[in-house]
């Protein structure tokens, strides 16, 4: 079930303008105006083959919550475990080749402070260059342990990654 704000990513997606004749929003073609709202939020990962996804653009929360501004940065190289590098292009390519959305929940235990939960929701773009793509996605800390405050770090390399939940946006969704 989405969050708050997975929802408002959701509207804010299907709201984009589409080229004619394109299913998707085109990440070259997203205004400043059309995410405002909501675009201290957002993050966009932009995918140049062969397997690079690189962080074109991260908003304020999204560097508070990661602890870092990873903008122009390799997302799988700099954020995620060598050993779940695979796995997370492949979930995060499944959105582009479906099209779909996805929100994932990782578990994150961090040193001296209680588990937290970070949801990530994200959903597809086109690209104007021939091979890639982009994802247009929010992460927040949603629920937090009983007495627990906020420490605003999301630890993604050290985390336990809950099978994904794919969200149909009128293309179906991937088999499990």
Same mark, same amino acid.
């Given at each position: 079930?989405?969050?708050?704000?997975?929802?408002?990513?959701?509207?804010?997606?299907?709201?984009?303008?589409?080229?004619?004749?394109?299913?998707?929003?085109?990440?070259?073609?997203?205004?400043?105006?059309?995410?405002?709202?909501?675009?201290?939020?957002?993050?966009?990962?932009?995918?140049?083959?062969?397997?690079?996804?690189?962080?074109?653009?991260? +908003?304020?929360?999204?560097? #508070? $919550?990661?602890?870092?501004?990873?903008?122009?940065?390799?997302? =799988?190289? *700099?954020?995620?475990? &060598?050993?779940?590098?695979?796995?997370?292009?492949?979930?995060?390519?499944?959105?582009?080749?479906?099209?779909? +959305?996805?929100?994932?929940? #990782? $578990?994150?235990?961090?040193?001296?402070?209680?588990?937290?939960? =970070?949801? *990530?929701?994200?959903? &597809?773009?086109?690209?104007?260059?021939?091979?890639?793509?982009?994802?247009?996605?929010?992460?927040?800390?949603?629920?937090?342990?009983?007495?627990?405050?906020?420490?605003?770090?999301?630890?993604?390399?050290?985390?336990?990654?809950?099978?994904?939940?794919?969200?149909?946006?009128?293309?179906?969704?991937?088999?499990?």
């Amino acid at each position: 079930m989405l969050t708050e704000h997975g929802k408002a990513l959701h509207q804010t997606w299907e709201a984009l303008p589409r080229r004619s004749g394109e299913q998707l929003p085109v990440w070259q073609d997203i205004k400043a105006a059309c995410i405002a709202p909501i675009m201290k939020h957002l993050w966009v990962l932009e995918y140049q083959p062969p397997e690079a996804l690189i962080v074109r653009f991260m +908003g304020s929360e999204v560097v #508070r $919550i990661g602890g870092q501004d990873n903008t122009g940065k390799d997302f =799988l190289r *700099t954020r995620t475990a &060598p050993e779940n590098r695979e796995k997370m292009l492949k979930i995060y390519s499944t959105c582009w080749q479906t099209p779909c +959305g996805a929100q994932l929940t #990782r $578990i994150l235990r961090n040193k001296g402070q209680d588990t937290q939960l =970070l949801q *990530t929701v994200f959903f &597809p773009l086109a690209h104007e260059a021939d091979g890639q793509w982009a994802l247009l996605g929010m992460s927040e800390i949603v629920k937090i342990a009983p007495n627990a405050e906020d420490a605003g770090i999301a630890d993604y390399a050290d985390s336990e990654l809950l099978p994904p939940e794919f969200i149909d946006i009128g293309y179906g969704t991937p088999k499990p």
